[in-house]
């Protein structure tokens, strides 16, 4: 079973940072791309930011140059450095994950975290 466990949520004023994490645990062969999307009440899931297990990143414009994706596969960690947040990037982030889970798997399976909220105020 695969586990993907985000932290670093919270509540942040505007201009300010955050660093979101997430975790994939369980039985775990190999992973291929993860990202970060984001959800605002009333308002579809969208993608924040994906990267590639080749370090090939890509971002939404509304966060290009303020928002940072890395991983660290031998943790099979992915983080979202998030800087100048603005009150609308406020939402549920949720991480994802593309993971062949063993040797007998050929294919990879989406995963999805819980969610953590972040929320932009003053």
């Known amino acids: 079973q695969v586990q993907l466990v985000e932290s670093g949520g919270g509540l942040v004023q505007p201009g300010g940072s955050l660093r979101l994490s997430c975790a994939a645990s369980?039985?775990?062969?190999?992973?291929?791309?993860m990202g970060w999307y984001r959800q605002a009440p009333g308002k579809q899931r969208e993608l924040v930011a994906t990267i590639t297990s080749g370090i090939s990143s890509n971002y939404a414009d509304s966060v290009k140059g303020r928002f940072t994706i890395s991983r660290d596969n031998a943790k099979n960690t992915v983080y979202l450095q998030m800087n100048s947040l603005k009150p609308e990037d406020t939402a549920v982030y949720y991480c994802?994950?593309?993971?062949?889970?063993?040797?007998?798997?050929?294919?990879?399976?989406?995963?999805w975290g819980q969610g953590t909220q972040v929320t932009v105020s003053s």
């Open positions: 369980g039985t775990i062969f190999s992973i291929n791309a």
């Open positions: 994802n994950a593309f993971i062949r889970s063993s040797l007998m798997r050929l294919t990879f399976e989406d995963y």
